[in-house]
């Protein structure tokens, strides 16, 4: 009988550079006397399965080779949070309860096209396996969402996040690229990042929805307010690859970064504002971007009435809005595609996001 394995390690194979890696992993793991199990994911398991029988085996570790679907997947498995999970009860923040097992260290070992989530952790594809199995394990937040399609719990699902949930036209350039299979055969990284503003070039202009949003920095103390937004977005540490930065919050800090993007509608605003946008993101910027401003929350109006925030706010003003919660309502007029750290999700008439501050812990050489 094989020894309990101290090491888990959950392989998502469509990544080229992934194989490799795992032999690598392996090869290290067997010098230094340390037992592992390796598990597979498939398109119908992408990873969530996997992590959870392998922490129930008691591993103290678990690598995760792939990319940011793969990790939330994983982190889903360790965190109790099923994606067919209907109307499940948000995963607590503190995950282990006293006299339970630990919960086993998250080891990002990145071989997808963003990894977001391991570059908020300080791991980048160049990072040598040895400074992973020696890199202090810190705890990190997660994302909890709720998705409504329509009325009644049947309607209902939960899922985790690692990096940022948005809605809008973010998710639709998300839903272009991955009917753009081509992507998959760009062996180098900054090729692949290419895909990404080429999809949402054409959806620069597209029209905003309307949304009502309602956030709490502190239970109790929500506010609320109505927009036309290109997107709205809640996200956890940069959400942008070093040096660039989309948040101004990092990994460990608790909280959600609220952004909605408000781009104007007419060409030369368009344009101007598109360029506010991305010069927000560059280093010592600070991910810039006023308040997100709003009214204490009154439950049961409808968003129908929401103002153009991009005609109102005047001309010249930035396109970003900004605030901190520790959760965040979007309920959209219409009907709106999900993403949830890169994965898509079509007709959604609600969005509840929430804080999961320090709910795993993770191999971390340095926070973003």
């Given amino acids: 009988m094989s020894a309990r394995p101290r090491w888990g390690i959950v392989l998502n194979p469509i990544h080229p550079a992934a194989r490799s890696r795992v032999r690598a992993l392996c090869a290290l793991l067997d010098h230094r006397g340390i037992a592992w199990e390796l598990a597979l994911t498939t398109p119908v398991r992408p990873g969530a399965a996997q992590a959870a029988r392998l922490a129930a085996r008691g591993v103290q570790a678990l690598a995760v080779v792939g990319g940011d679907g793969t990790l939330r997947a994983c982190a889903q498995g360790l965190l109790g949070c099923g994606?067919?999970?209907?109307?499940?009860?948000?995963?607590?923040?503190?995950?282990?309860?006293?006299?339970?097992?630990?919960?086993?260290?998250?080891?990002?070992?990145?071989?997808?096209?963003?990894?977001?989530?391991?570059?908020?952790?300080?791991?980048?594809?160049?990072?040598?396996?040895?400074?992973?199995?020696?890199?202090?394990?810190?705890?990190?937040?997660?994302?909890?969402?709720?998705?409504?399609?329509?009325?009644?719990?049947?309607?209902?699902?939960?899922?985790?996040?690692?990096?940022?949930?948005?809605?809008?036209?973010?998710?639709?350039?998300?839903?272009?690229?991955?009917?753009?299979?081509?992507?998959?055969?760009?062996?180098?990284?900054?090729?692949r990042w290419l895909a990404y503003p080429l999809a949402g070039v054409p959806l620069l202009g597209a029209a905003p929805f309307a949304a009502r949003v309602r956030w709490e920095a502190a239970v109790g103390a929500g506010e609320e307010t109505r927009v036309r937004a290109w997107s709205l977005l809640a996200g956890l540490g940069p959400g942008l690859?070093?040096?660039?930065?989309?948040?101004?919050?990092?990994?460990?800090?608790?909280?959600?970064?609220?952004?909605?993007?408000?781009?104007?509608?007419?060409?030369?605003?368009?344009?101007?504002?598109?360029?506010?946008?991305?010069?927000?993101?560059?280093?010592?910027?600070?991910?810039?971007?006023?308040?997100?401003?709003?009214?204490?929350?009154?439950?049961?109006?409808?968003?129908?009435?929401?103002?153009?925030?991009?005609?109102?706010?005047?001309?010249?003003?930035?396109?970003?809005?900004?605030?901190?919660?520790?959760?965040?309502?979007v309920e959209p007029l219409t009907p709106q595609p999900v993403q949830l750290d890169g994965e898509a999700v079509s007709g959604i008439v609600r969005l509840r996001a929430e804080a999961l501050p320090g709910a795993l812990r993770a191999a971390a050489p340095r926070i973003r």
């Fill in 83 to 191: 994606e067919d999970a209907a109307a499940a009860a948000p995963p607590p923040s503190a995950p282990e309860a006293p006299g339970a097992a630990p919960q086993p260290v998250l080891v990002p070992i990145p071989t997808g096209t963003a990894n977001l989530f391991a570059g908020a952790l300080g791991i980048t594809r160049r990072t040598p396996l040895e400074a992973l199995l020696a890199a202090p394990v810190r705890r990190v937040d997660a994302g909890h969402a709720e998705l409504t399609r329509g009325r009644g719990d049947d309607h209902r699902e939960t899922r985790i996040f690692l990096t940022a949930a948005g809605m809008g036209h973010d998710a639709r350039t998300i839903t272009r690229i991955r009917r753009r299979t081509a992507i998959r055969g760009l062996g180098h990284a900054g090729a």
């Fill in 241 to 329: 690859p070093a040096p660039l930065r989309a948040f101004p919050g990092r990994a460990d800090d608790g909280a959600l970064d609220l952004l909605a993007c408000c781009p104007r509608t007419s060409p030369v605003g368009r344009w101007a504002d598109w360029a506010a946008v991305a010069a927000s993101a560059l280093p010592g910027r600070g991910a810039g971007g006023p308040a997100l401003r709003g009214q204490h929350s009154r439950a049961g109006e409808s968003p129908e009435r929401a103002g153009d925030a991009a005609a109102a706010r005047g001309t010249g003003a930035h396109p970003l809005r900004r605030a901190r919660a520790r959760t965040v309502v």
